[in-house]
């Protein structure tokens, strides 16, 4: 059975960090560039940060540059998002989506980031809620 899904999420003071995790199963992430979205209420859903399957080939929303690292683990069939330096406007359900895709160029990459409803994301996890408030 295919699964994929996201975990980490939770209530952070603004400046906290929290450490998002996407776990396959079912399926292998190797061949697969993983990208993180996030929706707040009323408003558009935002791609967060993407990662290539083949290196570390990565994209990140200028809302969350030099805040937000992503990284994977294939041996552990894992996607992670790690933020900090949290503000209240990061507060979103945040959804991973796999691509499959064997080495993706920067502008796939990006573009799968910033307009994912142009690639065939095969898979999407169900989100975890992240709420930054004091």
């Known amino acids: 059975q295919v699964q994929f899904v996201e975990s980490g999420g939770g209530l952070v003071q603004p400046g906290g960090s929290l450490r998002l995790s996407c776990a396959a199963s079912g399926f292998t992430l190797d061949y697969y560039a993983i990208g993180w979205f996030r929706q707040a209420p009323g408003k558009e859903r935002e791609g967060v940060s993407c990662i290539s399957s083949s290196d570390d080939t990565t994209y990140f929303a200028d809302s969350v540059k030099g805040r937000f690292t992503i990284s994977r683990d294939n041996a552990k069939n894992t996607v992670y998002l790690q933020m900090n330096s949290l503000k209240p406007e990061d507060t979103a359900v945040y959804y991973c989506?796999?691509?499959?895709?064997?080495?993706?160029?920067?502008?796939?990459?990006?573009?799968?980031?910033?307009?994912?409803?142009?690639?065939?994301?095969?898979?999407w996890g169900k989100g975890t809620l992240v709420t930054v408030s004091s």
């Open positions: 989506a796999a691509l499959r895709f064997w080495a993706p160029s920067i502008t796939t990459v990006r573009g799968m980031c910033v307009t994912p409803d142009s690639y065939a994301m095969k898979y």
